[in-house]
């Protein structure tokens, strides 16, 4: 496999340490307006070792539209859209994938998220510049309302489909802690001037299983 990912996020103790302070601040009426998980399709407890063929014995759930099938149940912008064309592989049987040209942007569904959610794979390619790189973005939402958006790494590909490195999602764990996180977003962001990326089948390991 000729991908590779930078992570370049770190953990933070200032993240930590806001989330804690917000969960003392909260006075105990405000758990009338907690943020919703999402729907009990999406926290669908089914896993699979999907990567085994990679070398990954890990368990993974697929996201929310993650396939990509039957219309964008991710949120699209920039040109950002859902193509005809299945990765080769079949993990999930489609006839779809998701495009993702310079400057766009894709953002899943929140799905269901506790303490031990480690990782996110999927499957790409690259169609455009070989200098283009596809950003990772985690996206974070409270019990108490709050949103922060985390760096999730980078990923090059090239022209060949294969399953993406380890997309971590450790930083969401600080919140998982507390007791705060409950639901999660990925984020898709295409980078680099005639960046043009396909995507597909989208999964998260649910269990802390590195």
Known sequence: MRNRIGM???????????????????????SA????????????????QVFSAWGDDAYYRLVP????????????AGGARVVAGNEPFRLVSGT???SLPAGSTATSPAMCFAYGDWH??????NTGATSGRLEVDVVVRSLLGLV????GGEVRADGTWDPSPEVSAFL??????????????????????GALFQVDNVFLDPFRSR
Request: positive net charge.
């Open 96 to 98: 779809h994938s998701l």
């Open 65 to 76: 539209g993650g396939t990509f099938e039957g219309g964008a149940a991710w949120s699209l």
């Open 33 to 48: 307006g907690l943020l919703s998980t999402g729907t009990a399709a999406e926290c669908d407890p089914d896993t699979t």
């Open 172 to 193: 969401t764990n600080v919140g998982g802690l507390t007791g705060l996180t409950k639901a999660v977003s990925f984020r898709l962001r295409a980078k680099g001037t």
């Open 8 to 30: 370049r996020a770190a953990l933070t103790f200032t993240f930590a340490a806001v989330l804690l302070l917000a969960a003392f601040a909260a006075p105990a009426a405000a």
């Open 120 to 125: 996110s794979r999927f499957v790409v390619r």
């Open 148 to 151: 922060s958006v985390l760096d």
